[in-house]
């Protein structure tokens, strides 16, 4: 009997062995791909009829025999929300146990029955059925059936239009304006983007009413960035496209394509021509800005025979008086459309190219040049141009998990990416970031187009994970200004660099709020840590470091900082005084902390930095020492918890005198910046008593990026429940239907907000990916973002290296594949169980059980220690402890099984001699 107990126990353990690592597919929780079918099994047979389609779930309720007369699937996950079906011969009853947040979910007949809304509990006829789930409660204006097509029947009000734009240009769309980077106008703080006259701005119209426009659709289409309308007519029958981009390979180019075909007329219907006119249009003849003066336009012909004109301008007002230079812009287009008569069963294509450029030769390349191609391939290299981002780096969710989550990151990525350049521009070299991008700024609002600390610290860091390339473009917005820069800190009376607040073209103090200019100075601080990670992701360190001049940067910042922070030789401490924290409602204020740990690192970035080229400096130790003794405050919680102050003299809840608000609150994110992404070296007990205490005291409708920061403090301590309503917040700044992001909650402050698109991306890549770019290494902390099981990271850059990473928390692996490099290093992936896996092989999938990693540098001196296989591809894999514990596990129940036959074996053979039958052997 023990023996057969112990056989009943290696059963069940082998059971469990088989349930916890074994693929077995699940109808609860529709997590596999879009073209898989699920199944669940019946008392009387087989139901098979649930499909994950494009969009939507597909349910086809048969009952297989006679003798069904009623069952239920309960429990059934599709994005965020949880059902039970209940199924009789007649009816199927849906019933929501869950709902999805932001969302409504929608049953649609098949072969085209009319889509409805699902409430609490919907009944149908047994037949065929979908369900779909729209990303909005407008959901009768706002759809979208795939997560990287923002669809509407509906405008919203101008200000939440989309935008398309490259990093050269951008224009809201409708707008009537263009902006191109680095130009304005305007005096010191009254600079901001100057204004191009939209030629893609017009409008159609006919002479149809609102009963006969039938369909009406508008698209961003955000893989291929392009925005697209659709208005159809009837009687008589009519098709309106208009289509706008701004070229993503051609960069100078803003494109706009008209088709408009006119239905066939039926028997008996009169087949007058009809005409269509174009509203909108700006007198080309002499082009108009209240920014810029342009120069009478002058037409001229291409060499093949197209018609195309020119006007160039300049600006009205320098931004710096003293230099006394207003800013060159040229424009050159083609465009036919105009208005046009249309007959019965023909379609007509008209289209307006617009370049623009600082200088007119580089427009008129630029025109003829698209001119020279069929409107086809114009569009093609646009597309083809986009879709190789979207290919070579992105952050994946499956939208059938979490379609909200998954819209959401194609908008950030889109938006980001439209105001950045492919690669820096020699002709008009890129200025940096601005809060509103690219294709906002002017007259002042959405922050003028000025570049802020949020380039540096909110949305420079996604960009370095998966687009180094264009990051080095973002630090040399930084390092060009350095003469600007320099300049500043005479003024203010200091040495070295000290970089404004707000910069536009000319790199000096351009703020309208002067107490930001003196005060807010961490900004300088802010440049030099996007330096140093930089540095960090490079493999050629000494490349880039001479091609930017970091060494020479890096030297006048901590110059700066050294005659700016007072040290007591007494308290053997040193302090930054009359300053202004990233908590802007306090100032001027004495050793706020974040800005005193940010310059500890900017002042310890010149022995970094020079450590790789040799160079040396008479003030590295006393730089050194300054950094060391910079003081932090600190103060007691009432049960006792240690926390960081975030100014010497700051209680948390109490209004201090420096309170320009008059208020206890703290504007947005502040201390909790230490843990992430300063790095402040901190316990674990610490790091959440600054969390705890900061969260309740924060203004909970501020800033858009603070919320992602506190989520993804929680999520490093392991505390998802914590993070989740934190990081979810993001969605309150998302305007539908365009996914235009606000600075506050709502749709308030600033448009389009890239900082804090920035904070969700790093929320995603740091927080639920738990990823930390250190000096030597790169650590891995995965975690399941909401409603989700499986997420990706394509195309993550370290070292040269290209590697795609999968996070499976349903079988608890993940995946890495080097899918290119450009790097001789010998990168290798580190579990927390000791395993080591080779990342140096090109196209060589594997995967490890998932746990906290990293990835470093292959050291063959220190890794030559460990008996453990470096340099195996996924069939050898290398050793780690979780496989070799259940394959101990597995082995120990087949010796229990072993043993058991063995032992009935005997007993059967004894038996058989107590009947006499002594010769018997049982084989």
């Given at each position: 009997?023990?023996?057969?107990?112990?056989?009943?126990?290696?059963?069940?353990?082998?059971?469990?062995?088989?349930?916890?690592?074994?693929?077995?597919?699940?109808?609860?929780?529709?997590?596999?791909?879009?073209?898989?079918?699920?199944?669940?099994?019946?008392?009387e047979?087989?139901?098979?009829?649930?499909?994950?389609?494009?969009?939507?779930?597909?349910?086809?309720?048969?009952l297989?025999?006679?003798?069904?007369?009623?069952?239920a699937?309960?429990?059934?996950?599709?994005?965020?929300y949880?059902?039970?079906?209940?199924f009789?011969?007649?009816?199927?009853v849906?019933?929501?146990?869950?709902?999805?947040?932001?969302?409504?979910?929608?049953?649609?007949?098949?072969?085209?029955?009319?889509?409805?809304?699902?409430?609490?509990?919907?009944?149908?006829?047994?037949?065929?059925?979908?369900l779909?789930?729209?990303?909005?409660?407008?959901?009768?204006e706002?759809?979208?059936?795939?997560?990287?097509?923002?669809?509407?029947?509906?405008?919203?009000?101008?200000k939440?239009?989309?935008e398309?734009?490259n990093?050269?240009?951008?224009?809201?769309?409708?707008?009537?304006?263009?902006?191109?980077?680095?130009?304005f106008?305007?005096?010191?703080?009254?600079?901001?983007?100057?204004?191009?006259?939209?030629?893609?701005?017009?409008?159609?119209?006919?002479?149809?009413?609102?009963?006969q426009?039938?369909?009406?659709?508008?698209?961003?289409?955000?893989?291929?960035?392009?925005?697209?309308?659709?208005?159809?007519?009837?009687?008589?029958?009519?098709?309106?496209?208009?289509e706008?981009f701004?070229?993503?390979?051609?960069?100078?180019?803003?494109?706009?394509?008209?088709?408009?075909?006119?239905?066939?007329?039926s028997?008996?219907?009169r087949?007058?021509s009809?005409?269509?006119?174009?509203?909108?249009?700006?007198?080309?003849?002499l082009l108009?800005?209240?920014?810029?003066?342009?120069?009478q336009?002058?037409?001229?012909?291409?060499?093949s025979?197209?018609?195309?004109s020119?006007?160039?301008?300049q600006?009205?007002?320098?931004?710096?008086?003293?230099?006394?230079?207003?800013?060159?812009?040229?424009?050159?287009?083609?465009?036919?459309?105009?208005?046009?008569?249309?007959?019965?069963?023909?379609?007509?294509?008209m289209?307006?190219?617009?370049?623009?450029?600082?200088l007119?030769?580089?427009?008129?390349?630029?025109?003829?040049a698209?001119?020279?191609?069929?409107?086809?391939?114009?569009?093609?290299?646009?597309?083809?141009?986009w879709?190789?981002y979207?290919?070579?780096?992105?952050?994946?969710?499956?939208?059938?998990?979490?379609?909200?989550?998954?819209?959401?990151?194609?908008?950030?990525?889109?938006?980001?990416l439209?105001?950045l350049?492919?690669?820096q521009?020699?002709?008009?070299?890129?200025?940096?970031?601005?809060?509103?991008?690219?294709?906002?700024?002017?007259?002042?609002?959405d922050?003028?187009?000025?570049?802020?600390?949020?380039?540096?610290?909110?949305?420079?860091?996604?960009?370095?994970s998966?687009?180094?390339?264009?990051?080095?473009?973002?630090?040399e917005?930084?390092?060009?200004?350095?003469?600007?820069?320099?300049?500043?800190?005479?003024?203010?009376g200091?040495?070295?660099?000290?970089?404004?607040?707000?910069?536009a073209?000319?790199?000096?103090?351009?703020?309208?709020?002067?107490p930001?200019?003196?005060?807010?100075?961490?900004?300088?601080?802010?440049?030099?840590?996007?330096?140093?990670?930089l540095?960090?992701?490079?493999?050629?360190?000494?490349?880039?470091?001479?091609?930017?001049?970091?060494?020479?940067?890096?030297?006048?910042?901590?110059?700066?900082?050294?005659?700016?922070?007072e040290?007591?030789?007494?308290?053997?401490q040193?302090?930054?005084?009359?300053?202004?924290?990233?908590?802007?409602?306090h100032?001027?204020v004495?050793?706020?902390?974040?800005?005193?740990y940010?310059?500890?690192?900017?002042?310890?970035?010149?022995?970094?930095?020079?450590?790789?080229?040799?160079?040396?400096?008479?003030?590295?130790?006393?730089w050194?020492?300054t950094?060391?003794?910079?003081?932090?405050?600190?103060?007691?919680?009432?049960?006792?918890?240690?926390f960081?102050?975030?100014?010497?003299?700051?209680?948390?809840?109490?209004?201090?005198?420096?309170?320009?608000?008059?208020?206890?609150?703290?504007?947005?994110?502040?201390?909790?910046?230490?843990?992430?992404?300063?790095?402040?070296?901190?316990?674990?007990?610490?790091?959440?008593?600054?969390?705890?205490?900061?969260?309740?005291?924060t203004?909970?409708?501020?800033?858009?990026?603070?919320?992602?920061?506190?989520?993804?403090?929680?999520?490093?301590?392991?505390?998802?429940?914590?993070?989740?309503?934190?990081?979810?917040?993001?969605?309150?700044?998302?305007?539908?239907?365009?996914?235009?992001?606000?600075?506050?909650?709502g749709?308030?402050?600033a448009?389009?907000?890239?900082?804090g698109?920035?904070?969700?991306?790093?929320?995603?890549?740091n927080?639920?990916?738990?990823?930390r770019?250190l000096?030597?290494?790169?650590?891995l902390?995965?975690?399941p973002?909401?409603?989700?099981?499986?997420w990706?990271?394509?195309g993550?850059?370290?070292?040269?290296?290209?590697i795609?990473?999968?996070?499976?928390?349903?079988?608890r692996v993940?995946?890495?594949?080097?899918t290119?490099?450009?790097?001789?290093?010998?990168?290798?992936?580190?579990?927390?169980?000791?395993?080591?896996?080779?990342?140096?092989?090109?196209?060589?999938?594997?995967?490890?059980?998932l746990?906290?990693?990293?990835?470093?540098?292959?050291?063959?001196?220190?890794?030559?220690?460990?008996?453990?296989?470096v340099?195996?591809?996924a069939?050898?894999?290398?050793?780690?402890?979780?496989?070799?514990?259940?394959?101990a596990?597995?082995?120990?129940?087949?010796?229990?099984?072993?043993?058991?036959?063995?032992?009935c074996?005997?007993?059967?053979?004894?038996?058989?001699?107590?009947k006499?039958?002594?010769?018997y052997?049982?084989?």
């Amino acid at each position: 009997m023990p023996h057969f107990a112990c056989f009943l126990i290696s059963i069940t353990l082998f059971s469990f062995y088989l349930v916890l690592y074994q693929t077995v597919p699940d109808i609860v929780g529709v997590r596999h791909d879009t073209t898989s079918t699920l199944s669940s099994s019946t008392p009387e047979g087989r139901y098979e009829g649930i499909e994950v389609q494009t969009g939507r779930l597909s349910i086809d309720p048969i009952l297989y025999t006679a003798s069904s007369k009623t069952w239920a699937l309960q429990g059934l996950h599709y994005q965020g929300y949880t059902l039970d079906l209940n199924f009789t011969q007649t009816s199927t009853v849906i019933r929501v146990v869950l709902r999805g947040r932001k969302s409504t979910l929608f049953v649609e007949g098949d072969n085209g029955r009319p889509r409805k809304p699902v409430g609490e509990e919907f009944t149908l006829e047994r037949r065929k059925f979908h369900l779909t789930v729209v990303p909005s409660d407008l959901y009768d204006e706002h759809w979208s059936q795939v997560p990287y097509q923002f669809e509407s029947r509906k405008l919203p009000e101008q200000k939440y239009m989309p935008e398309v734009g490259n990093g050269h240009i951008a224009t809201v769309v409708n707008g009537p304006d263009v902006f191109m980077n680095g130009l304005f106008n305007g005096l010191g703080p009254k600079s901001s983007r100057a204004k191009i006259p939209s030629l893609v701005a017009f409008q159609l119209r006919t002479k149809h009413s609102k009963e006969q426009l039938i369909q009406e659709t508008y698209t961003l289409d955000v893989r291929r960035g392009t925005f697209k309308e659709v208005k159809v007519y009837a009687e008589p029958g009519m098709t309106i496209e208009r289509e706008i981009f701004a070229h993503r390979e051609l960069d100078r180019l803003l494109v706009s394509v008209v088709t408009i075909t006119r239905n066939s007329t039926s028997s008996g219907e009169r087949e007058d021509s009809m005409l269509v006119w174009i509203d909108g249009l700006p007198d080309t003849r002499l082009l108009k800005s209240s920014d810029i003066t342009f120069q009478q336009t002058t037409n001229n012909r291409t060499t093949s025979g197209i018609d195309y004109s020119t006007a160039v301008g300049q600006t009205n007002t320098p931004e710096v008086p003293d230099l006394g230079k207003v800013l060159p812009v040229a424009l050159a287009w083609s465009s036919d459309v105009r208005n046009v008569s249309i007959e019965p069963g023909s379609t007509v294509t008209m289209s307006s190219v617009v370049a623009i450029s600082v200088l007119s030769d580089d427009a008129v390349t630029a025109l003829t040049a698209a001119l020279s191609m069929p409107r086809g391939k114009l569009i093609q290299r646009h597309s083809a141009k986009w879709e190789s981002y979207w290919n070579s780096g992105f952050i994946y969710v499956d939208p059938n998990e979490n379609f909200q989550l998954a819209q959401a990151i194609y908008g950030s990525f889109y938006y980001l990416l439209s105001s950045l350049p492919n690669e820096q521009d020699p002709k008009n070299r890129f200025i940096g970031l601005s809060p509103g991008g690219l294709a906002r700024g002017a007259d002042n609002s959405d922050y003028s187009g000025h570049v802020f600390w949020d380039q540096d610290i909110w949305m420079y860091p996604p960009i370095l994970s998966f687009y180094p390339d264009i990051a080095r473009v973002v630090v040399e917005s930084r390092t060009q200004a350095l003469a600007a820069a320099k300049a500043n800190a005479v003024k203010y009376g200091f040495k070295g660099a000290k970089y404004p607040w707000e910069s536009a073209f000319s790199g000096t103090e351009t703020s309208p709020w002067p107490p930001s200019g003196l005060y807010e100075i961490h900004v300088t601080a802010d440049a030099a840590f996007a330096v140093r990670q930089l540095v960090y992701a490079t493999d050629d360190k000494v490349g880039i470091i001479r091609q930017l001049k970091l060494d020479e940067w890096a030297i006048e910042v901590a110059l700066f900082w050294q005659s700016r922070v007072e040290c007591s030789q007494e308290a053997d401490q040193c302090s930054i005084l009359n300053v202004m924290p990233p908590d802007e409602y306090h100032f001027p204020v004495n050793d706020s902390v974040y800005t005193n740990y940010a310059v500890r690192l900017s002042l310890e970035l010149p022995a970094y930095i020079l450590s790789f080229t040799g160079g040396s400096h008479p003030d590295l130790p006393l730089w050194a020492h300054t950094a060391q003794r910079l003081t932090y405050p600190t103060s007691v919680t009432p049960d006792g918890r240690q926390f960081h102050l975030e100014f010497n003299g700051f209680t948390p809840g109490v209004v201090h005198p420096r309170s320009r608000r008059n208020t206890a609150t703290v504007k947005q994110a502040d201390v909790i910046l230490l843990g992430y992404p300063l790095g402040m070296e901190m316990s674990s007990e610490m790091r959440k008593a600054d969390l705890d205490v900061y969260l309740p005291i924060t203004v909970h409708d501020g800033p858009a990026m603070t919320w992602g920061m506190f989520a993804l403090g929680y999520l490093e301590l392991d505390l998802p429940n914590m993070a989740a309503p934190l990081f979810e917040k993001n969605y309150d700044n998302i305007v539908q239907p365009f996914g235009v992001w606000s600075e506050d909650p709502g749709g308030g402050g600033a448009l389009n907000f890239l900082t804090g698109m920035g904070g969700f991306l790093q929320a995603i890549v740091n927080g639920y990916g738990g990823i930390r770019l250190l000096e030597d290494r790169v650590t891995l902390h995965p975690q399941p973002l909401p409603h989700t099981t499986t997420w990706k990271l394509i195309g993550y850059r370290h070292l040269g290296y290209q590697i795609d990473i999968i996070f499976d928390f349903t079988r608890r692996v993940m995946s890495f594949q080097t899918t290119a490099k450009n790097s001789t290093t010998h990168l290798v992936l580190e579990l927390e169980s000791e395993g080591i896996y080779d990342l140096s092989t090109v196209g060589q999938p594997f995967e490890v059980h998932l746990e906290k990693s990293l990835i470093r540098v292959f050291n063959p001196t220190v890794d030559a220690l460990i008996s453990i296989p470096v340099g195996k591809s996924a069939s050898h894999a290398a050793f780690h402890i979780f496989p070799v514990i259940r394959y101990a596990v597995f082995v120990v129940l087949i010796c229990f099984l072993l043993r058991f036959l063995f032992i009935c074996k005997r007993q059967l053979e004894g038996f058989l001699y107590s009947k006499g039958e002594s010769n018997y052997r049982v084989k």
